[in-house]
C-alpha cells in the first residue's frame, strides 16, 4: 500500500508539470539509500517483506528524481552521472562483486545517508516557508510505515541497523508532515501572484 501512496508525489509533480520544492539532493541520496537497504537485505537473505518496499520505492524514486531533473533542467552531466553510478552499483549487486561485509559496512552509514537526504529538504522548506508539490499522503504514509517496519524488522530479526534506520525515518518524515501542514504551497503560491500583481 505505501508504494502505491508515495506515486502520489509522482503524480503531483506529473499533474503540476513542476517539481518545485522538491530538493534533488535530497532525492538523489534518498535514491541512494533505497538502493543500499535494498541490496543489504538480499545480499543477507533476509525475507523479502523486510526490503521488498525499499525496492520498490527505489524504482519510484530513480522515475521521481528523473521527473526533478526534467522540470528543474538540471545539467545533462549531473544526469549522466546518477545514471552510470546507480546502474554500476545495481550491477556489482546482481553480478556477485559486492561482498555482504561490504553492503553490511554500507548499510550502516545509510543512517548518515538518509539524515543527509531528508535535511536539505526540511531545511528547503523552512528557508521558503513552503513544501511546494510535497504530497501530504506520501509522507504521512512513509511515517505511517516506518512505525509498521520498526515492529516487522524486530519479528524478522533485521538487526539493530535496520531498526536505528527506521527510527530516525520516523523522526524525520514526522518533521516532513508536520512542515507540509503548516507551510504546504504557501511560498509557490506567493510567486505566482506577484507576476499577476504587476500586469495588473
Given at each position: 500500500m505505501l508504494p502505491t501512496l508515495s506515486c502520489k508525489q509522482v503524480a503531483n509533480v506529473l499533474r503540476a508539470h513542476s517539481?518545485?520544492?522538491?530538493?534533488?539532493?535530497?532525492?538523489?541520496?534518498?535514491?541512494?539509500?533505497?538502493?543500499?537497504?535494498?541490496?543489504?537485505?538480499?545480499?543477507?537473505?533476509?525475507?523479502?517483506s523486510t526490503y521488498g518496499e525499499a525496492?520498490?520505492?527505489?524504482?519510484q524514486n530513480v522515475l521521481l528524481l528523473a521527473l526533478i531533473y526534467k522540470y528543474n533542467r538540471m545539467p545533462?552531466?549531473?544526469q549522466l552521472a546518477a545514471v552510470v553510478l546507480l546502474?554500476?552499483?545495481i550491477a556489482a549487486v546482481i553480478t556477485g562483486n559486492v561482498s555482504l561485509a561490504?553492503?553490511?559496512?554500507?548499510?550502516?552509514?545509510?543512517?548518515?545517508?538518509l539524515m543527509s537526504a531528508r535535511l536539505p529538504q526540511?531545511?528547503?522548506?523552512?528557508?521558503?516557508?513552503?513544501t511546494?508539490?510535497?504530497s501530504i499522503i506520501t509522507y504521512a504514509a512513509n511515517t505511517l510505515?516506518?512505525?509498521a517496519r520498526l515492529f516487522t524488522t524486530m519479528q524478522e530479526g533485521g538487526g539493530s541497523a535496520m531498526f536505528r534506520q527506521y527510527v530516525i525515518s520516523l523522526v524525520l518524515n514526522g518533521i516532513l508532515v508536520m512542515q507540509i501542514l503548516v507551510f504546504g504551497n504557501k511560498g509557490v503560491a506567493a510567486r505566482k501572484a506577484k507576476p499577476a500583481a504587476k500586469k495588473a
Open positions: 517539481a518545485d520544492g522538491l530538493s534533488a539532493v535530497s532525492c538523489e541520496l534518498e535514491t541512494w539509500g533505497l538502493l543500499v537497504h535494498t541490496a543489504y537485505g538480499y545480499l543477507k537473505g533476509l525475507a523479502f525496492s520498490i520505492l527505489f524504482a545533462l552531466s549531473r546502474g554500476g552499483a561490504q553492503i553490511s559496512h554500507a548499510y550502516d552509514l545509510n543512517n548518515i545517508i526540511i531545511l528547503q522548506n523552512f528557508s521558503a516557508r513552503s511546494g508539490q510535497l510505515g516506518c512505525v
